[in-house]
């Protein structure tokens, strides 16, 4: 079982050439460990084409990808392919196999012992959902097309690769049971540890999924960036089409707070434990109209520099003075968050993970980048 690290996957300068045509044209960007970067095209863009290029399916006409610093083209195919998981639209089950057949051939191929391999599959059938008791000895006829997506999943997981490619996997699937692995999927990628390329054509799955966003048409890498940068800052027409930005309200269930926040300062913040004159100097020197004071984990309130003038007992408590904010998570939908706004008449919301002050998301300012 590998336990070898990605720490990176460079493209630098990629050309891959069919019939005199540029499937991809000088493509170039680098994705960081642990990412979810996903490359968003329409049929014909390059995007299966950069993927494919990734674990030497093909190989380059110009330019390098690096795998940690090491150009691919030096490495061995098969060893590569090895060391990379590879998921699919149509799966590929060797229909004569049962599930833990499917998932165990390569580690039998690379001689391990059958109570490892039986335990790799038990733990990887649990991973997505598939109960091991109930599904390891069914044959791939025997399962749904979300199972059988499942056990693609997990076979391309059994060698514990640390990059995972992923073709269009959920493409083929009904639109209901779609949205249902796209969740677990979410729900798996906090428990691995990859870094890991998705391919898709569904720009709603891409603002679903994705860390960061690469747009690629006729076979130029147009963009990259998160889902709100793409939607709020499309660097060119054909990005802004793609994306479809003159109509951002639909983005509103796949935007998450962590998008459209406002970081915090760490002088923003200001102790529970001092009174209003201590407040009011700490603020003045630092320059701060607005401070965030953190009472507990589930007490948070915003104090105004004009509101701790105003008061005549400058001894008090500085949080009896402040107003109380209503937490969010930073994975928060921006739907679900304008909802509870909206029902608790709240102008803002704090963002908080971990017991930690993220940002600030103020609903004026998200609606004014939305029109």
Not at 189 to 194: I, N, W
Not at 248 to 262: H, I, P, T
Request: net charge negative; proline share 4%; hydrophobic share 40%.
């Amino acid at each position: 079982m590998s336990s070898e690290c990605l720490d990176s996957l460079k493209f630098e300068h990629v050309t891959k050439i069919y019939k005199e045509s540029k499937a991809i044209d000088d493509v170039s960007f680098e994705i960081c460990k642990g990412e979810l970067f996903v490359i968003l095209g329409s049929s014909g863009s390059g995007k299966t084409t950069t993927l494919r290029l990734i674990n030497r399916l093909i190989d380059p006409d110009q330019g390098a990808i690096y795998l940690n610093g090491q150009d691919t083209k030096d490495m061995d195919p098969v060893n590569l392919r090895r060391r990379i998981g590879y998921v699919i639209q149509q799966i590929g089950l060797f229909p004569h196999m049962t599930v833990k057949e499917n998932i165990g051939l390569i580690p039998r191929l690379e001689k391990w012992k059958d109570q490892d391999i039986s335990n790799r599959i038990d733990e990887l059938l649990s991973l997505v959902a598939l109960p091991p008791d109930l599904f390891r000895s069914r044959y791939p006829n025997q399962l749904s097309g979300g199972q059988q997506q499942r056990v693609g999943l997990a076979r391309a997981l059994v060698m514990d690769p640390p990059l995972l490619l992923m073709d269009e996997p959920f493409g083929a699937l009904d639109p209901l049971l779609r949205m249902q692995l796209q969740n677990e999927f979410l729900s798996i990628k906090t428990k691995l540890d990859k870094t890991i390329v998705f391919v898709t054509h569904d720009i709603e799955e891409s603002f679903i999924l994705a860390d960061r966003i690469g747009v690629m048409h006729g076979g130029k890498m147009l963009q990259i960036g998160t889902p709100s940068e793409l939607l709020f800052e499309p660097e060119n027409e054909i990005v802004s089409k793609i994306i479809g930005t003159e109509n951002k309200f639909k983005a509103l269930r796949f935007l998450e707070a962590k998008d459209v926040m406002m970081p915090l300062d760490k002088n923003c913040m200001i102790e529970v434990d001092i009174s209003c004159e201590e407040a009011i100097n700490k603020m003045i020197s630092e320059k701060n109209e607005v401070c965030i004071i953190k009472k507990s984990n589930s007490d948070i309130a915003q104090i105004a520099l004009i509101d701790l003038l105003n008061r005549k007992n400058k001894d008090e408590s500085i949080f009896e003075v402040g107003k109380k904010l209503i937490i969010v998570s930073p994975h928060d939908s921006l739907s679900s968050i304008i909802s509870i706004l909206k029902s608790s008449k709240e102008p803002s919301a704090v963002v908080m993970e971990r017991e930690k002050v993220l940002g600030i998301v103020m609903i004026n300012s998200v609606l004014m980048e939305l029109v």
